[in-house]
């Protein structure tokens, strides 16, 4: 394994630090307390190229690999999780997900514009009643002969309202289970598709997730991804790649509330000498860079993989597991380091905090992720 990082690495992280020290930082607090989605960082992020980072340029994407994701990943979610997320469902959910299975037709119509960041896409397939249990899906999308009618609600959906093109996955034939799922393209605007509310979340409050119900809408047998049946190999074959994009979203939220540790404990003065000088702040930040630096060489290791076209399943099971954790007990950490600031808004930790929850619970909770890398481990 090389970890050595090329120039064209290095450079796409420092721009990707750039922006977010530039784009992002200012404003960050309130719009977490308002909840408030990042739209015009989002549309900057687009142009750029941050949206459709792994795309061929052919369809307007960057061309760029999915260690460089992994980089600018870190740095956009060290200063705006909720940034990080938009841009994580869209590169590795949505325009992966096309790039890869769609057809020509498909990623002409949708692909080039989600990679340039002109619209942003989203990924659904959770519903009121299946969450880890994914295949137990009760969306329905009955075979009409030259469209699909589409029934049914779907649960937390990242770029809920801001989206303009949803995958949504269905059952059209349950009598083959998973293997009777489809994958179909949905667009904001076609008949009978509402968005629902919005959900009043613990952290990542800027990102917009919302509830989407269909009432016989109306799909073109045209936006179907792949075969008949494909949807649920569709989604998780998608969800291998999205955890890459997750486990850095964590790794950036554990390395944010480091920097902020380093540079607080340094400032900050208790018993005539600064906090950074007492050996048990010493040993938090510690424990703290060893754990970010093991989970960073997941993630990199994860990319690696897929960018080799390895099987990437296990590692970036692992890379999600053990980055969110480590964002979980370094932003805790973080806060005790700061001490009663660290209970407040200014100081972004608490944030940090709040936002590093939810890294343990999407595209595939701690639990789910145990199940994938046991049943690998186990196989043969
Ligand atoms: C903010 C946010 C954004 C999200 N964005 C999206 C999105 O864009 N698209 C989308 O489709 N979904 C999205 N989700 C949904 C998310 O992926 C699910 O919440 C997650 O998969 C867990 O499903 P659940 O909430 O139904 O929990 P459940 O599946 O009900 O799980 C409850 C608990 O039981 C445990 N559990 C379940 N089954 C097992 C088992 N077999 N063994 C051991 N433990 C088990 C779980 O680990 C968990 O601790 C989002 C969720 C949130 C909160």
């Known amino acids: 394994m090389k970890f050595d990082l090329t120039e064209e690495q290095l450079a796409v992280r420092d721009a990707a630090r750039d922006f977010a020290q530039n784009e992002l930082l200012p404003g960050v607090i309130e719009r977490d307390e308002h909840q408030k989605f990042p739209a015009e960082q989002v549309k900057m992020m687009g142009e750029l190229g941050f949206m459709g980072m792994m795309v061929d340029p052919k369809y307007g994407g960057s061309g760029m690999d999915s260690v460089s994701y992994v980089l600018a990943m870190e740095e956009i979610s060290k200063i705006d999780a909720s940034a990080s997320v938009c841009m994580s469902v869209n590169n590795s959910l949505v325009c992966w997900g096309l790039e890869k299975y769609g057809n020509e037709e498909q990623k002409q119509k949708y692909l080039t514009r989600l990679a340039k960041g002109e619209i942003i896409g989203a990924f659904c397939l959770s519903e009121p009643e299946a969450g880890s249990d994914a295949t137990s899906q009760r969306t329905t999308a009955e075979d009409k002969g030259d469209y699909y009618l589409l029934n049914g609600t779907k649960n ?9 093109v949803y995958i949504v996955m269905a059952q059209t034939d349950a009598s083959k289970a998973h293997k009777g799922i489809n994958a179909l393209i949905v667009e904001k605007g076609m008949e009978g598709f509402v968005v629902g509310k919005k959900e009043n979340k613990l952290g ?12 016989d809408v109306k799909v073109p047998k045209a936006n179907r991804i792949g075969d008949d049946g494909f949807g649920f190999s569709f989604a998780m074959s998608t969800l291998n790649g999205g955890r890459i994009g997750i486990a850095s979203q964590a790794l950036g939220i554990a390395s944010g509330a480091m920097e902020l540790s380093i540079a607080y404990a340094k400032e900050r003065k208790a018993f005539g000498k600064s906090i950074a000088e007492h050996q048990a702040i010493q040993f938090k930040l510690a424990d703290m860079a060893t754990e970010i630096e093991a989970a960073r060489l997941l993630c990199l290791r994860a990319a690696q993989l897929k960018d080799q076209k390895a099987d990437f399943s296990q590692a970036s099971a692992m890379a999600k597991l053990f980055a969110s954790d480590v964002a979980m007990k370094t932003t805790v950490e973080a806060v005790q380091i700061h001490g009663g600031y660290g209970y407040v808004k200014e100081y972004h930790v608490e944030r940090l905090m709040r936002d590093a929850k939810i890294t343990q619970i999407y595209e595939g909770t701690s639990e789910i992720q145990k199940i994938v890398i046991s049943r690998g481990l186990l196989k043969n």
């Open 156 to 164: 937390w959906i990242t770029n809920g309202n801001s989206a303009s």
């Open 204 to 215: 990542i409050r800027g990102s917009d997730t919302h509830s989407l119900m269909f009432q």
